[in-house]
């Protein structure tokens, strides 16, 4: 037994230090910014998710990713997440939203409850383990690795569930700025119309850019404003899912006294609604929004790099071929409700 204050034989000193992770994202944001530079359909978060992921299995670099690198990669997936999703808020105003129009808001809260509900329940009829099912169906829904970060914060969600819930919806993202474009023609949509379905079905903001780009600056700008409306529902999912958590909660302690009740909204997501607050307002200048604007993009390739090297593929066999069956399904699930919703819009 080891004495008090003695480090555990085996165990380095600097094992639970952050620093030599954060330094290892913040290489690891680089090289992901190096690779959108070359090869601009390629977006910096998705690069940083990739490059993660395969820091996590390349020899020598893999025993510092689960050695010294740990601590700090963890940090990255999580703090550098929150602060991110705080920044995220400023990308969005209540005058955007408004300007869709109604009968937009009301197609793209139907895709986003249709996805979510349908992912989910295709997820615990798969039999997923944990939170895989939850997350999978967050990240599909609305806004990718961002939303699986927020919501894996408030169900304190195991490292792995997060890591391949983000892996997947990166792929799939990923495959959509290559297939969704060779479909306008043949499903005959607008340039328009196919902005609005990039924006609606697609996962990251992105992977949205780099999909409806191919179709012009109008579809450009549909795209991100239908995608920006998809973000505003981060907060009320999350503030759903502390309530339904906080109830489980309550009646797991009852009779008992015990039981640890989650915050409805935690405070990074109150961060967030507080930004969108502030840029609603006006009094932003532009050169604040994007400086923020990269800000974020930066804390959130760190955080996706960091979820990205906590992947063990090996790991995954067990569940591997369900997980994917789960991201195709999903993909049709979000294409299709998407693609009714923008007709029926018009």
Same mark, same amino acid.
């Given at each position: 037994?080891?004495?008090?204050?003695?480090?555990?034989?085996?165990?380095? &000193?600097?094992?639970?230090? &952050?620093?030599?992770?954060?330094?290892?994202?913040?290489?690891?944001?680089?090289?992901?910014? @190096?690779? %959108?530079?070359?090869?601009?359909?390629? &977006?910096?978060?998705?690069?940083?998710?990739?490059?993660?992921?395969?820091? $996590? %299995?390349?020899?020598?670099?893999?025993?510092?990713?689960?050695?010294?690198?740990?601590?700090?990669?963890?940090?990255?997936?999580?703090?550098?997440?929150?602060?991110? *999703?705080?920044?995220?808020?400023?990308?969005? #105003?209540?005058?955007?939203?408004?300007?869709?129009?109604?009968?937009?808001?009301?197609?793209?809260?139907?895709? *986003?409850?249709?996805?979510?509900?349908?992912?989910?329940?295709?997820?615990?009829?798969?039999?997923? &383990?944990?939170?895989?099912?939850?997350?999978? $169906?967050?990240?599909?829904?609305?806004?990718?690795? #961002?939303?699986?970060?927020?919501?894996? +914060?408030?169900?304190?969600?195991? +490292?792995?569930?997060?890591?391949?819930?983000?892996?997947?919806?990166?792929?799939?993202?990923?495959?959509?700025?290559?297939?969704?474009? =060779?479909?306008?023609?043949?499903?005959?949509?607008?340039?328009? +119309?196919?902005?609005?379905?990039?924006?609606?079905?697609? %996962?990251?903001?992105?992977?949205?850019?780099?999909?409806?780009?191919?179709?012009?600056?109008?579809?450009?700008?549909?795209?991100?404003?239908?995608? !920006?409306?998809?973000?505003?529902?981060?907060?009320? !999912?999350?503030?759903?899912?502390?309530?339904?958590?906080?109830?489980? @909660?309550? @009646?797991?302690?009852?009779? $008992?006294?015990?039981?640890?009740?989650?915050?409805?909204?935690? /405070?990074?997501?109150?961060?967030?609604?507080?930004?969108?607050?502030?840029?609603?307002?006006?009094? *932003?200048?532009?050169?604040?929004?994007?400086?923020?604007? %990269?800000?974020? +993009?930066?804390?959130?390739?760190?955080?996706?790099?960091? /979820?990205? @090297?906590?992947?063990?593929?090996?790991? =995954?066999?067990?569940?591997?071929?369900?997980?994917?069956?789960?991201?195709?399904?999903?993909?049709?699930?979000?294409?299709?409700?998407?693609?009714?919703?923008?007709?029926? *819009?018009?």
């Amino acid at each position: 037994m080891a004495l008090l204050g003695q480090r555990p034989r085996g165990v380095s &000193p600097a094992a639970g230090r &952050p620093l030599p992770g954060l330094a290892l994202a913040a290489l690891g944001v680089a090289a992901a910014g @190096a690779v %959108h530079a070359l090869l601009p359909a390629v &977006p910096m978060l998705t690069a940083a998710v990739v490059l993660g992921l395969a820091a $996590a %299995h390349v020899p020598g670099v893999r025993a510092v990713v689960r050695g010294r690198g740990k601590a700090g990669l963890s940090l990255a997936g999580k703090r550098l997440m929150r602060l991110g *999703v705080v920044l995220l808020g400023l990308k969005l #105003s209540l005058d955007d939203v408004l300007g869709l129009g109604w009968a937009t808001v009301v197609m793209v809260l139907g895709v *986003v409850a249709a996805t979510f509900f349908g992912t989910w329940w295709l997820g615990r009829r798969m039999g997923l &383990p944990g939170d895989q099912p939850l997350l999978i $169906a967050t990240g599909y829904s609305i806004c990718g690795a #961002s939303a699986i970060g927020a919501v894996s +914060e408030v169900t304190e969600s195991e +490292e792995r569930d997060a890591a391949v819930s983000v892996a997947l919806v990166t792929l799939c993202g990923t495959l959509a700025i290559a297939v969704l474009p =060779l479909l306008q023609g043949p499903l005959g949509l607008s340039d328009a +119309e196919f902005g609005r379905w990039a924006g609606a079905s697609v %996962h990251d903001v992105g992977q949205v850019v780099a999909t409806a780009q191919t179709a012009g600056a109008g579809a450009l700008g549909d795209a991100v404003l239908v995608k !920006l409306m998809r973000v505003a529902v981060l907060a009320p !999912l999350v503030a759903a899912v502390g309530l339904a958590l906080r109830a489980r @909660a309550a @009646a797991r302690g009852a009779g $008992a006294g015990v039981g640890k009740r989650p915050p409805v909204v935690p /405070l990074f997501v109150a961060g967030f609604i507080g930004m969108v607050a502030v840029r609603s307002t006006g009094w *932003v200048p532009g050169s604040v929004l994007d400086l923020a604007g %990269h800000a974020q +993009e930066l804390l959130l390739a760190a955080a996706l790099f960091g /979820l990205g @090297a906590a992947v063990d593929l090996p790991s =995954l066999t067990r569940t591997g071929g369900r997980v994917a069956a789960l991201g195709l399904c999903a993909w049709v699930v979000v294409a299709g409700a998407s693609y009714a919703g923008v007709r029926w *819009v018009g």
